[in-house]
């Protein structure tokens, strides 16, 4: 069996778990961010490093909702393992963006160890914020946190959604070759992103509110469809249309 049928055999195995494992709390996050979307919050997503991909993943994507904010690490993730890093680059974000209570704080790490995603999600937690994380659970409850506090990102969130994957992210093991390849948190966690939306908007249909999402900029009418819902998030979200 080549490299590629094995990763294809093993991360569609790691899809379909990670469904069924984290359906009920997709609900409730589902739930909790639709109530807080209906009261003019905001979902800021964030995430270190390559985790960073899947803090814009469903950020002004067609089909997505528009109140939502990545919080940018400029840094790209190079020194998400010096304290202090994170809590002042969700300060600053705060400041900028005018994140408020009422918003929810989806922080995204794989191994759930490094001090930038811990503090983005103690901030929030100390700004009254709800915080859900997602991470490898399996690999964080194997590992020790590299934050003064000792803790890891999972212990801190109100809801956690595991990717599946396994410690060290890379799961297929290649004949001849000492070292796994293959990762897989970037699948899983695109794939809980987005059943995450479709919980949220789903939410708010069943609220009789209209959700807030992008139209392909590339369909009749989309731009002004889009520019006129952003306009209503200008000073909440990062580089609304």
Known sequence: MTLSQKFFDVSSAIQDKVFADNAE????????????????????????????????????????????????????????????????????????????????????????????PIEVAMEARAAGMQVIAMTSLEMSKKTTSRHSSGKKLYELADLVLDNGGVPGDAAIQASGFEHKVGPTSTMSGALLLNLLSMEIIEKLIKMGITPPTYVSQNADGGASHNESLAIKYRHRIRRPI
């Open 25 to 116: 709390t997709l609900k409730e996050a589902g739930k909790r961010i639709a109530t807080s979307i209906a009261a003019d919050g905001v979902l800021h997503t964030f995430g270190s490093g390559h985790s960073q991909i899947l803090a814009s993943e469903i950020e002004r994507r067609a089909g997505g909702l528009v109140p939502v904010s990545s919080i940018h690490d400029p840094a790209d993730g190079w020194p998400e393992q010096i304290s202090g890093y994170g809590a002042r680059l969700f300060q600053r974000y705060v400041y900028q963006y005018e994140a408020q209570a009422s918003d929810v704080v989806l922080v995204i790490s794989n191994s759930g160890r490094n001090a930038a």
